[in-house]
């Protein structure tokens, strides 16, 4: 099985294995990073380290050198595990898939960019 690391982006897994021993073993169980959890890699940093997942209902940065001790079996799933991807599908179904906030639109929380057609 892979380790988190080989994961591209938009690939999806499900964690099978922390493999790292000590305080990093605890703070990545502390972040969330359970046996059985459903991630997906959003993306990488410019330079290629750290890379950012997403994790239940939030996003989470790592190195890749931490990432290298999280043990996955690939998920051809297209649902993610908490929140279904409700915001994806909802730009998809507008054709949006450039929907931004607004910071000149205070009451206004979602737009979509005005620089895109």
């Known amino acids: 099985m892979p380790s988190l690391d080989q994961l ?13 021993s000590g305080s990093l073993e605890q703070r990545l169980l502390e972040m969330g990073l359970l046996e059985g959890e459903l991630i997906e890699v959003i993306g990488f940093a410019p330079l290629g380290d750290p890379m950012e997942i997403r994790l239940r209902d939030y996003r989470l940065s790592l190195r ?11 998920d051809n799933d297209r649902e993610l595990a908490s929140d279904g ?3 994806d599908r909802f730009r998809a179904s507008k054709g949006q898939d450039n929907i931004t906030a ?3 639109r205070p009451g206004e929380r979602l737009t979509t960019d005005p ?3």
């Open 102 to 104: 607004d910071p000149t």
């Open 64 to 74: 890749r050198q931490e990432a290298s001790f999280i043990i996955v079996s690939l």
């Open 8 to 20: 591209q982006a938009g690939q999806r897994g499900r964690v099978q294995a922390v493999r790292a």
């Open 115 to 117: 620089h895109k057609g």
């Open 85 to 87: 991807g409700a915001l």
